[in-house]
T-cell receptor, first 118, second 117 residues
């Protein structure tokens, strides 16, 4: 069965510090996709990134970077020079096919609540 | 630039009451989903739809019904609410997948916070 583990329930860092959010996944699929979503205090889920299993290049977008390591089944998320606006719950998710139509559900981790202290 | 819109945002029900949650998307997406979010459990899929007039069960469908009469709308119904259905409900939509193992990004609404007393 698909599983996503976010072992860090809550993290607090002082503004401008770097912080890494861990994500470990389990799947028997040879092709799969990984996602990160952000849930700010307002409650909506905001898409951040999607990576496929055959592309292990790290990705950087501004202060955000993602480290995908297939050998350890991890897809970690680093925020550099954190800001108060980064305070949110962050979810890692794994694609999980649910039909022959090609669509899928997302298997979510339990989330990491990140608090940036000004 | 609406994206996925959920109504209502908040609702309080008494046990046994019924209600319908509405999800509307303006991105012409084929696929739509209903998830529930509970503390410490992440999001879990309730029902989904691969197109107008079609629906299917997800991993936690009991106590819920859905309908997709129009492509842009996906309704989630609770016929007889129970305290166990207290949760935050999220609707999502995505484009048709291009192949057997490609993946479309799911875009989420802002959620509906439901309390059943």
């Amino acid at each position: 069965a698909q599983k996503v583990t976010q072992a860090q329930t809550e993290i607090s860092v002082v503004e401008k510090e770097d912080v890494t959010l861990d994500c470990v996944y389990e799947t028997r699929d040879t092709t799969y996709y990984l996602f990160w979503y952000k849930q700010p205090p307002s409650g909506e889920l905001v898409f951040l990134i999607r990576r496929n299993s055959f592309d292990e290049q790290n990705e950087i977008s501004g202060r955000y970077s993602w480290n995908f390591q297939k050998s350890t089944s991890s897809f970690n998320f680093t925020i550099t020079a954190s800001q108060v606006v980064d305070s949110a719950v962050y979810f890692c998710a794994l694609s999980d096919p649910i039909s022959n139509f090609g669509n899928e559900k997302l298997t979510f981790g339990t989330g990491t609540r990140l608090t940036i202290i000004p | 630039n609406a994206g996925v819109t959920q109504t209502p945002k908040f609702r309080v029900l008494k046990t046994g009451q019924s209600m319908t949650l509405l999800c509307a998307q303006d991105m012409n997406h084929e696929y739509m989903y209903w998830y529930r979010q509970d503390p410490g459990m992440g999001l879990r899929l309730i029902h989904y739809s691969v197109g107008e007039g079609t629906t299917a069960k997800g991993e936690v469908p009991d106590g819920y019904n859905v309908s997709r009469l129009k492509k842009q709308n996906f309704l989630l119904g609770l016929e007889s609410a129970a305290p166990s259905q207290t949760s935050v409900y999220f609707c999502a939509s995505s484009l048709t997948a291009l192949g057997v193992r490609t993946s479309s990004i799911q875009y989420f609404g802002a959620g509906t916070r439901l309390s059943v007393l």
